[in-house]
T-cell receptor, first 114, second 113 residues
Framework: EPEVTQTPSHQVTQMGQEVILRCVPI?????FYWYRQILGQKVEFLVS????????KSEIFDDQFSVERPDGSNFTLKIRSTKLEDSAMYFC????????????FGEGSRLTVL | SQQGEEDPQALSIQEGENATMNCSYK?????LQWYRQNSGRGLVHLIL?????REKHSGRLRVTLDTSKKSSSLLITASRAADTASYFC?????????????FGKGTKLSVIP
């Protein structure tokens, strides 16, 4: 069964460092998302991406964050200068439809900022 | 905010019993989805119910939607220990151009063997 894969599964970084989280969405999906979940809290929307551009982003997705689909298969989330409060599980998701579509989530990348 | 809120926050039942989780939201929606998350894992889609539907079944899952009360419930019948997980409702807002799902805080279900 097709699945969304994410790497790394866990990354530890120092505050102020740049981090890139990678995702390979399901191949025939057109809509891509990043969500995050701080430990013990709810899943929060960060950004949606379609047709090589951001469709929507939340207040969390400030100038320190960026997304890219560099090669037609990978979908990356970059955090330019990490802060302690960026520590969370980051989930990538993809869907075949924009509205009314099931989201398929990856297993997540746990980011720990020290 | 159209955020869904689940209730209860935590639920502990014996294997074989039914588990009911509720979700309330604030604004008009296109659809409401339920997801499951095992501890430390990704979210798995369980069921989607559209705003013009009132009830939907999938195996041991039954979801209802009451748009007049802006609420939904997820019923898991004949629960199993393997159903132990957190369950989240997620709403898709009916505003134009919105592609995000908004998740609630989740109900942590423990099924005791």
């Amino acid at each position: 069964e097709p699945e969304v894969t994410q790497t790394p599964s866990h990354q530890v970084t120092q505050m102020g460092q740049e981090v890139i989280l990678r995702c390979v969405p399901i191949s025939n999906h057109l809509y891509f998302y990043w969500y995050r979940q701080i430990l013990g809290q709810k899943v929060e929307f960060l950004v949606s991406f379609y047709n090589n551009e951001i469709s929507e982003k939340s207040e969390i997705f400030d100038d320190q964050f960026s997304v890219e689909r560099p090669d037609g298969s990978n979908f990356t989330l970059k955090i330019r200068s990490t802060k302690l409060e960026d520590s969370a599980m980051y989930f990538c998701a993809s869907s075949a439809e924009a509205v009314g579509g099931e989201l398929f989530f990856g297993e997540g990348s746990r980011l720990t900022v020290l | 905010s159209q955020q869904g809120e689940e209730d209860p926050q935590a639920l502990s039942i014996q294997e074989g019993e039914n588990a009911t989780m509720n979700c309330s939201y604030k604004t008009s929606i296109n659809n409401l989805q339920w997801y499951r998350q095992n501890s430390g894992r990704g979210l798995v889609h369980l069921i989607l119910i559209r705003s013009n539907e009132r009830e939907k079944h999938s195996g041991r899952l039954r979801v209802t939607l009451d748009t007049s009360k802006k609420s939904s419930s997820l019923l898991i019948t004949a629960s199993r220990a393997a159903d132990t997980a957190s369950y989240f409702c997620a709403t898709e807002y009916s505003g134009a151009g919105s592609y995000q799902l908004t998740f609630g805080k989740g109900t942590k279900l423990s099924v005791i063997p």
